[in-house]
């Protein structure tokens, strides 16, 4: 039933545009896997290659080990659920459930027990009836799985699924979606550009930008262990600083930063996530810095800081009850704890 | 809580609802257009029906009904014309489909020519080409004498009803390619994407998503080709058909008088099968606004032709290119030529009918300028009025108003000629003609008829005035005086001025209700020349030059104002950018 997709070396563009660079990802048979990156980083246009809307340039696409490249859409059992969901406005709920199954000429007994059973995993049987455009947004993309899964694909896409949500939904639909894909053990496949999506729903997932696989593993892999400057960028927040690398640890703009033991000297940028600074109000610390701003964001108080000649670092102090936020221009200690950083080398 | 506040709460909401807030030149305004709307449209229509329902002696009967339904004549014209607007909306379908699947669905190297295509009649007017569709396709017309001539048989194209339906399809069948295909490339392309991705392709694709969800459009064309050939007058009258409904109200209101009771039979249902045509469309057409329903992605893919489709497809808008050239080109040649009768081309060609329209009836040209002119300020004036009642105020019944408007389009120009003529005849002019038959009365019912798209336009172009900018402009210190004239007049113009140009032009060709009105050749406008030209052999020349005259104004007209839209468009999309 579900079925790992192995993308082999494809790539892909429209003319002279390159949309996709020599991308190979295996992603493997029950996990959900996500597409994460900016908007033009081509990673709808690979969800809709395996879906057979286009074909590669060059390259091949297995699906449960059989060549899909050549494929038409229709020939395939790929469920695509798309951004704006395309319920036919047409039909009735129950109308639109039964479509995929009419097609495959399921007999009417068992297709109307499938469609009643797709309904009911999403917990809409009551509105069989109803037409499209008197369902609320999330009723129409519940709908829309229903539809997609009705026909019991090999793998489920989603196509930037929670965009259409309103913010207050999101995070409630996004744990459903995790908890049926846990349930169903469909291989799922989840495109989006947000980080938080993909961190929370996605077993493992693939960083993509400019038509590029720039990394692929889990979430906390990529934060802890950023391969590059962009993933460590586009996942969360992070300073990055270019400086060298000697034997007594990482300059750059007059400052030394410490690093782990037996880093290779050489050009290098740094990688530090907020947290891994501690702020010190008494002015300890390695590092002598002023502050240059001070965000407060409720649970913790995000501040610009000035290191050094012209190093700017962001840091995040926790905030408490009765701890005012320091004013733009007093002295503070940093301390850097070296396990937390990452060197990326160019 | 004590008893005495008790009756003061309850009355509070009382108060407020039949507060009318409204400012005396809101209500004296909206007062002004209902006096217009009710002498010139509501009273004239509901005289018509008033005097079908009512007997010899007064009081209300069924019985003229009887008598129309008892008569063999007018039977037979009802089935006429019901089987002229159905083939009509079958023939144009033949050609609109095709032309609206190849424009919106592939990628076709003569899509600008059928584009083309879909203008071209309409700045034809029917009864203009009618003529000339007689001399091309008639009995004796260019094809048949050269079918005649090479092969021994002809085709009956023109003759009786097949005349009508023909010269009917070929001028409206661009209502329904331009539903049509609008509704087709509004389908956003993951509805069909969805189709194929659950197993869809080919034709049961376009069976069970893509035509269902272009249904609507096509249905909104085909029910208004269906009303407009069912009303029709002038087109049957050119063609000499006179067993269909339309030519029969005319001949027996103008023939008979103005005391016979049958025109008005005949009206009252011109009017109820028209209502029902639009209403059946409507009712079937309800929660099915399927382009507002759908989100996100562009239009359907057009995709490439193969070499066989595109031989298909150029094979096909060929032959109706020449089709719809042929009207065109007839008309030219007619206004050119010296005789041509019994050959398929002239016999020689020269330019004396110009010349004759122009030295003997130069009136018809001033004529059509001035009522037409008139008629467009009035309704850009009106439609302004009654936008502006709508959108920005919270007077009581301005819907209704808008709606009171709006149903001129349900009423056939015939009718509202007719009841005009009933309601007026008797009022008198200083110069003791009477009113119904000035020129004044026909400005009037031109403006009446052509006020709805007029009030559209308007509405549009109100509505893309932003309430905040005037805000903004009183935020600064101007009055509302100043906000009308500094900020939303200029803001609508380019949208006015394109309602003013269609109006005109509209009016420019209109002859159901001319027919009815015009009575005299010094006070005649362009399309009532032209008839009476026509009705004579020798006067077919010099009537085709003023149709040549006529498709030029309303080609130019047509082009100005498109050029208007687009100007705006263009000027609302910059905008739009600056504000992004």
Redesign the interface.
Do not use: C, S, V
């Given at each position: 039933m579900s079925a790992g997709v192995e993308i082999e070396r494809v790539s892909f563009g429209y003319g002279a545009t390159r949309v996709l660079e020599d991308v190979s990802l295996t992603i493997r048979k029950g996990e959900f896997f996500a597409f994460l990156g900016p908007s033009g980083s081509g990673k709808t246009t690979l969800l809709r290659l395996i879906a057979g809307f286009g074909m590669p340039d060059s390259g091949r696409i297995l699906i449960g080990g059989r060549d899909a490249t050549r494929q038409a859409p229709w020939a395939r059992n790929v469920g695509l659920v798309f951004q704006s969901y395309a319920l036919w406005p047409h039909m009735t709920v129950a109308q639109n459930v039964a479509f995929g199954l009419e097609r495959r000429r399921v007999p009417r007994a068992e297709r109307e027990q499938r469609v009643k059973a797709a309904l009911e995993l999403v917990g809409l049987a009551h509105l069989m009836d109803r037409r499209p455009a008197q369902l609320s947004g999330g009723q129409q993309q519940r709908v829309a799985i229903a539809r997609t899964l009705a026909i019991e694909p090999e793998v489920l896409l989603l196509d930037e699924p929670l965009s259409n949500l309103d913010a207050g939904l999101r995070a409630g639909v996004r744990a459903e979606l995790v908890e049926l894909q846990r349930r169903l053990g469909l291989t799922t496949i989840l495109v989006t550009h947000d980080q938080e999506e993909a961190n929370a729903a996605a077993d493992r997932m693939a960083v993509l930008d400019e038509g590029r696989v720039l990394q692929v593993g889990s979430p906390a892999e990529l934060y802890d262990h950023p391969a590059n400057r962009f993933v460590a960028g586009f996942l969360g927040t992070a300073n990055l600083i270019d400086g060298e690398v000697t034997s007594d640890g990482f300059r750059a703009g007059g400052i030394a930063l410490p690093v782990h033991a037996g880093a290779t000297p050489g050009r290098a940028t740094l990688a530090l996530r907020p947290q891994a600074l501690s702020l010190l109000r008494d002015g300890a610390g390695s590092l002598p810095a002023r502050v240059v701003r001070a965000e407060f964001l409720g649970g913790h108080v995000r501040y610009t800081l000035e290191a050094g000649q012209g190093i700017r670092l962001i840091a995040e102090e926790p905030h408490l009850r009765g701890l005012q936020p320091l004013p733009p221009g007093a002295p503070v200690g940093v301390a850097v704890d070296p396990a937390q950083t990452t060197l990326l080398r160019h | 809580m004590s008893a005495t506040t008790l009756p003061s709460a309850a009355a509070r909401p009382w108060r407020a609802r039949w507060r009318i807030e409204a400012s005396p030149v809101q209500v004296l305004a909206a007062l002004l257009v209902l006096a217009f709307l009710l002498a010139f449209l509501v009273v004239p229509v509901g005289r018509v029906f008033v005097v079908a329902f009512t007997g010899a002696e007064g009081g209300f009967t069924l019985v003229h009904f009887g008598d129309f339904f008892r008569t063999s004549l007018f039977i037979e014209s009802f089935w006429n014309s019901l089987y002229v607007a159905a083939m009509s909306v079958v023939v144009a379908s033949l050609i609109a489909v095709p032309l609206a699947v190849i424009l919106a669905r592939h990628r076709f190297p003569g899509a600008a020519l059928i584009t083309t295509l879909g203008v071209l009649p309409l700045v034809m007017p029917p009864f203009v080409g009618a003529v000339a569709m007689q001399l091309v396709f008639g009995r004796n017309g260019t094809v048949n004498l050269l079918l005649m001539d090479w092969f021994g048989f002809r085709i009956p194209l023109m003759e009786g009803l097949n005349g009508v339906i023909f010269v009917q399809a070929l001028h409206y069948f661009p209502f329904i390619l331009m539903n049509l295909t609008a509704s087709l490339s509004n389908i956003?392309v993951?509805?069909e994407?969805?189709?194929?991705?659950?197993?869809?392709?080919g034709f049961?694709l376009l069976r069970?998503?893509v035509l269902?969800?272009a249904?609507p459009g096509y249905l909104a064309g085909a029910s208004l080709v269906f009303v407009k050939v069912f009303d029709d007058l002038a087109t049957p009258l050119l063609l000499n058909v006179t067993n269909m409904l339309a030519p029969q109200a005319y001949l027996r209101v103008t023939s008979v008088g103005l005391g016979d009771p049958m025109g008005y039979v005949i009206s009252v249902i011109l009017v109820v099968v028209s209502v029902i045509a639009m209403a059946g469309a409507a009712l079937i057409l309800r929660?099915?606004d399927?382009a507002t329903?759908?989100?996100?992605?562009g239009g359907l893919a057009r995709r490439p032709l193969s070499p066989l489709g595109k031989a298909l497809a150029w094979s096909f808008v060929i032959p109706v290119l020449l089709l719809v050239l042929a009207p065109h080109v007839g008309i030219l040649l007619l206004s050119l030529a010296t005789v041509w009768s019994f050959s398929p081309l002239p016999d020689g060609f020269t330019l004396a009918h110009y010349a004759t329209v122009l030295r003997e009836t130069p009136q018809f040209l001033t004529n059509t300028l001035l009522y037409c002119g008139l008629a467009g300020a009035i309704d850009v004036v009106i439609g302004v009025v009654i936008a502006w009642l709508v959108l920005r105020t919270k007077l009581p019944g301005r819907k209704l108003l808008d709606l009171m408007a709006m149903s001129a389009l349900a009423v056939p120009g015939l009718v509202l000629g007719i009841g005009i003529l009933r309601t007026y005849f008797d009022v008198k002019m200083p110069d003791g003609a009477s009113l119904a038959t000035s020129w004044i009365m026909l400005t009037i019912v031109y403006a009446v008829r052509r006020l709805p798209y007029a009030l559209r336009a308007a509405t549009a172009a109100l509505q893309q005035v932003h309430r905040s900018l005037e805000e903004a402009a009183e935020n600064l210190g101007a009055g509302k005086t100043t906000t009308l004239t500094r900020i939303v007049v200029p803001l609508m113009a380019g949208g006015l001025a394109a309602a003013f140009v269609t109006s005109f032009a509209t009016a420019a060709v209109e002859l159901s209700a001319t027919l009815v009105l015009a009575t005299r050749d010094v006070d005649a406008p362009l399309s009532y020349g032209i008839y009476v030209f026509m009705q004579s052999a020798a006067g077919r020349g010099p009537g085709a030059a003023l149709g040549v005259i006529a498709v030029l104004t309303v080609a130019v007209c047509t082009y100005a104002a498109h050029r208007i839209a687009e100007r705006e468009r263009s000027r609302r999309m910059r905008e739009g950018r600056a504000t992004a």
């Open positions: - | 956003d993951a509805m994407e969805a189709g194929q991705n659950l197993g869809a392709k049961t069970t998503i269902p969800l249904l929660g099915r399927f329903q759908q989100r996100g992605g």
